[in-house]
Structures are given as structure tokens and as C-alpha cells.
């Protein structure tokens, strides 16, 4: 039997992976000329994520500042990434990927907002967030807990500095300083019924 033959994965160019994220059914992410399928989001998540969409959305009224959905992309020019946050906050005006005609994509997001998932936590607070701290605009990074009333955020400071606060349980308010806004726990996981976190069995 002959060996088997390593292949290198097909690699695409950005304007590649724009016409065939345009036709796909599912949500793709792009890393360095890959692009990788994103897992689907479970009943809890997707909660979460409507539960902050409007909480931001009210709080923002009046304020140069919007939230936008996960159907939106940010591109990471520096890390040669395009990602789907669940919820991207932008002050101002948005600006659009030059690459990507059709407006699906922004540039300068002022605050991140992501859901934590077993499956993406540790991109979430690794690699993901090291691309998201090459973007000049990005002044809050937040993670949000789906298995507890828990949230983290990370303020950049003018010196360069990131520091983290911890928010936690139905009683807290996560504080907002970037955009000047406080949402109360409790608004964030309405009607949420926590799961525990999935267990590995070590055989």
C-alpha cells in the first residue's frame, strides 16, 4: 500500500471567500487565506444575543453609537481575519471594508461584545481577542457567560493598557465607560435557563 500523501488545505483569496460567503447558507469565518465554518449557537446563545442587542439598542438611543447583530463581519486587516461577533457596537459613522462591496463588513468597532461557547472560549479570550486588540477603534472587548449570570469586560486605556472587571449575578450592573451606558444583569439573561457546561468523561 502506498503512503499517504499529506495535502495542503485550498487557500483563498479575500475576494474569494467574499462572493462565496455571499452564496453561502452558513457563516464562514476567514483566517489567512482559510476559511472555516462557525459552529451553530444553542437556544441559550441565541437569548443572550437578542437580550443584548436590545438592552444596547435602548440604552444607545440618542448617542452617536449603534449595535449591530452577528450578521455583520469585522475585518481584522492586521491579522488577515474576518470574524462575526455577536453583537459589534460602532460610534460614528461606519466604515466599510473596502474589499467588500455589497456592506457586510466594518472596520472600526468601538466596543465587541462575544458569547462564550465550550467550543469557542478559548479562541474567544486567545487568539480572537489578540485580533480584535489590533484594531485601532476597539476600546471595550466583553465576554458574556452562558452558564452563569457572568460577564467580563476589557477597557483599553490610552497608554495601551487593558484592564479586566468582573461583573457577576442577577443583582450586577455591567458598566459600560466606552459608551457611557449600564445594562443590569438581570436584562441581560432574561428569561434564561441556565444549562451546566458539558463534562469529558476521561475513559
Known sequence: MSPAVATTPKRYSIKEYLAREELATDKHE?????????????FVHS????????????RLMGKPCQ???????????????YVYPDVTIFCGSPKFDLDDPNQTTITN????????????ELY??????EGYRTLPTLKEYVLVSQWEASVETFMRHEDGRWTIT????????????????????????????????KTTIEE
Open 166 to 197: 468582573s461583573f457577576s449575578g442577577m443583582d450586577s450592573v455591567l458598566k459600560l465607560p466606552s459608551l457611557d451606558i449600564e445594562v443590569p444583569l438581570n436584562k441581560i439573561y432574561l428569561n434564561v435557563v441556565f444549562q451546566p457546561r
Open 30 to 42: 476567514y483566517d489567512n487565506g482559510e476559511i472555516l465554518a462557525m459552529s451553530g449557537s444553542t
Open 67 to 81: 449595535p449591530l447583530n452577528s450578521n455583520i463581519k469585522v475585518r481584522l486587516n492586521a491579522a488577515g481575519k
Open 109 to 120: 468597532p468601538s466596543v465587541i461584545i462575544e458569547i462564550l461557547s465550550q467550543s469557542t
Open 124 to 129: 474567544d479570550r486567545g487568539k480572537k481577542f
Open 47 to 58: 437569548q443572550i444575543g437578542i437580550n443584548l442587542s436590545r438592552e444596547t439598542s435602548t
